[in-house]
């Protein structure tokens, strides 16, 4: 088919996003804590919380970008991967060249916002769009949060073009795949190195961002079941006899009670048991301040504190070849669904999306709020 003919298919890359600068800290903890996904609280007040809390942050938030550069690198990483799909999807020796495919990038907290982006998927005279959350495990605080707001700047713009939306992936096998890859690396170097020392074979961690357990019981959100099932999908794929492995949940704040166990609670059980541990970024696909910082630095400095004697850490899938495949895959496995079963619903914001894991992302409950 010529390239003339082929028609054109946004994919949309949603993500959180992150300050560029110091200054756009504050704003960005604002624009965080003011989603209705995050404080379920009915404005005024959401917004009057929301103030009061990004300005209290700020200061400690500004000395932890300050550690990597004074700025989020979360953009320039996700733009990579936009590039690398959308090179992917029109690679002349794909099975599927009926569309010209333009990756966009909508970060839901900083720039470039949903209204910007669904604004350039216009311009461009997109026919149809693929909604690819970066986040393997849905959350009604990620993807959800997202989606609602693509649909809000849609809206907008005047953007009505037929969607369709990849709410999860928890099990892909391109993602296990470049995940097991990258894992056997940082667990192999770290047996080295328990061998040295003549200790037991080291732990291995899947720390995922924490969410509060009222998202869990409260809305059916399917998140921390989904991130144990691509934890056990790795470990199923590394296939190594006799692993210790444990899920855990980073990046507690506030009094109310999380998902659990915590990755700091886990810290101090390998001190006290004298093993090492490997730890993997299991729900991010992408470097940033809860990576960086939170598990190079901060994680890593509580486990110099509390004796363990080995602490090595994955990177991220990024732009492995194999993540990048997977979305491939992810992309076209939503394409089939739009095909068949058509567009979602733009007026539905609380569900509309089809979910190809047992547990329904659809049926979890979206907090309302304007």
């Known amino acids: 088919m010529s390239e003339t003919t082929r028609k054109k298919r946004a994919i949309v890359l949603f993500n959180l996003g992150g300050p560029d600068s110091p200054a756009a800290v504050e704003p960005f903890l604002f624009n965080l804590f003011n989603d209705p996904a995050i404080i379920s609280l009915p404005n005024p007040f959401r917004y009057v919380l929301a103030k009061l809390i990004s300005r209290r942050r700020a200061p400690v938030a500004q000395e932890i970008y300050a550690h990597i550069g004074g700025k989020s690198p979360l953009l320039e990483l996700t733009q990579a991967q936009a590039d690398a799909l959308q090179a992917a999807l029109n690679d002349d020796n794909s099975d599927d060249t009926q569309y010209e495919n333009r990756c966009f990038i909508a970060m839901r907290y900083w720039k470039p916002f949903a209204n910007d982006t669904a604004a350039e998927v216009k311009a461009w005279g997109a026919e149809e769009q693929i909604l690819l959350p970066l986040y393997p495990q849905f959350s009604t605080t990620t993807s959800g949060s997202s989606v609602k707001d693509w649909k809000?700047?849609?809206?907008?713009?005047?953007?009505?073009?037929?969607?369709?939306?990849?709410?999860?992936?928890?099990?892909?096998?391109?993602?296990i795949d470049a995940s097991a890859e990258m894992i056997r690396?940082?667990?192999?170097?770290?047996?080295?190195?328990?061998?040295?020392?003549?200790?037991?074979?080291?732990?291995?961690?899947?720390?995922?961002?924490?969410?509060?357990?009222?998202?869990?019981?409260?809305?059916?959100?399917?998140?921390?079941?989904?991130?144990?099932?691509?934890?056990?999908?790795?470990?199923?794929?590394?296939?190594?006899?006799?692993?210790?492995?444990?899920?855990?949940?980073?990046?507690?704040?506030?009094?109310?009670?999380?998902?659990?166990?915590?990755?700091?609670?886990?810290?101090?059980?390998?001190?006290?048991?004298?093993?090492?541990?490997?730890?993997?970024?299991?729900?991010?696909?992408?470097?940033?301040s809860e990576t960086l910082v939170e598990l190079d630095i901060e994680y890593g400095e509580l486990a110099h504190e509390k004796n363990v004697p080995i602490y090595e850490r994955v990177r991220t899938v990024c732009s492995h070849p194999k993540f990048i495949d997977g979305l491939v895959s992810v992309v076209k496995q939503t394409q089939i669904e739009l095909d068949q079963n058509g567009s979602d619903d733009y007026t539905v914001e609380t569900r509309g999306w089809w979910c190809p894991d047992e547990h329904s992302c659809a049926v979890a409950k979206q907090p309302g709020g304007a």
């Open 152 to 175: 809000r700047a849609c809206h907008q713009v005047g953007l009505s073009a037929p969607i369709k939306t990849a709410c999860c992936y928890p099990t892909n096998p391109g993602f």
């Open 185 to 288: 690396a940082g667990y192999d170097k770290a047996v080295a190195k328990a061998d040295d020392l003549g200790i037991a074979k080291p732990r291995l961690l899947f720390s995922a961002h924490g969410v509060p357990k009222a998202v869990i019981t409260k809305r059916g959100d399917p998140y921390q079941s989904q991130i144990e099932k691509t934890s056990a999908a790795v470990v199923e794929k590394l296939g190594i006899a006799g692993l210790d492995w444990k899920v855990c949940y980073q990046s507690r704040v506030g009094p109310m009670e999380w998902i659990g166990p915590s990755t700091e609670d886990e810290i101090e059980r390998a001190g006290k048991d004298g093993v090492g541990l490997v730890i993997v970024p299991i729900a991010f696909v992408t470097e940033h």
